[in-house]
């Protein structure tokens, strides 16, 4: 998986890459989504904190007139204010509404844009719960930036997740994502 920001950098990497990235702030890009969709190759677009959870389905319609529906949805967190980011959890069944499998970034949802004064700061401390939240909701994926010193870290150092914990915490999501699924989910589907 890597990032592309330009449709010149789709072609060549066709043969090396399983799955285009389209970073946040392009996730609205048609021609972006468009010739990466027409790969066939599967996309992750990662959903920019502007945006409503409602707004992903256009992303899926991008993609299905493109003749592919391999697409995963990164949700990040919600623009709360000026520098602040929270997670809505109602923004996991909304996508889900329109059979968009959907990747939880747990360390970016945890986020403060500019709170650092010249980066972005960040509440490394919530992001077991806000992760516990989103696995609750029936998550596809997480993805989480993980540093062995978070302190020390060159991008985004205050929502690094430690290295040391990381076994635990997913050894804990993993049990909780199997509930979740197999005893709650089963019984929502009944309703």
């Known amino acids: 998986m890597t990032d592309i920001h ?11 890459i399983d799955v285009y990235q389209i970073p946040a ?13 027409q790969t066939g190759k599967w996309v992750n677009v990662k959903k ?24 995963l949805v990164t949700e990040r967190g919600t623009s709360f ?6 997670f809505d959890g109602r923004a996991i069944p909304i996508i889900h509404g329109f059979d ?17 004064g010249n980066s972005t700061g960040g509440q490394r401390e919530f992001i077991p719960s806000i992760l516990r939240s989103a696995v609750s909701f029936g998550i596809e994926g997480i993805f989480m930036e993980v540093h062995p010193d978070p302190p020390n870290a060159l991008s985004d150092a ?3 997740y430690p290295l040391s914990q990381i076994k635990s915490l997913l050894k804990e999501m993993i049990g909780l994502d199997r509930y979740i699924k197999k005893e709650i989910l089963i019984s929502r589907s009944s309703l």
């Open 48 to 71: 920019d904190q502007f945006l409503a959870p409602a707004d992903t389905r256009h992303i899926a319609v991008k993609m299905n007139e493109s003749g592919n529906n391999k697409l």
């Open 81 to 86: 204010g000026y520098g602040n980011l929270i």
């Open 158 to 160: 205050t929502t690094q």
């Open 25 to 37: 702030f392009l996730c609205r890009q048609t021609d972006l989504i468009s010739q990466s969709a």
């Open 100 to 116: 968009i499998p959907l990747v939880f970034d747990a360390t970016h949802s945890a986020q403060l844009p500019g709170a650092a």
């Open 6 to 16: 330009e449709t010149s950098q789709i072609s060549p990497l066709k043969d090396v």
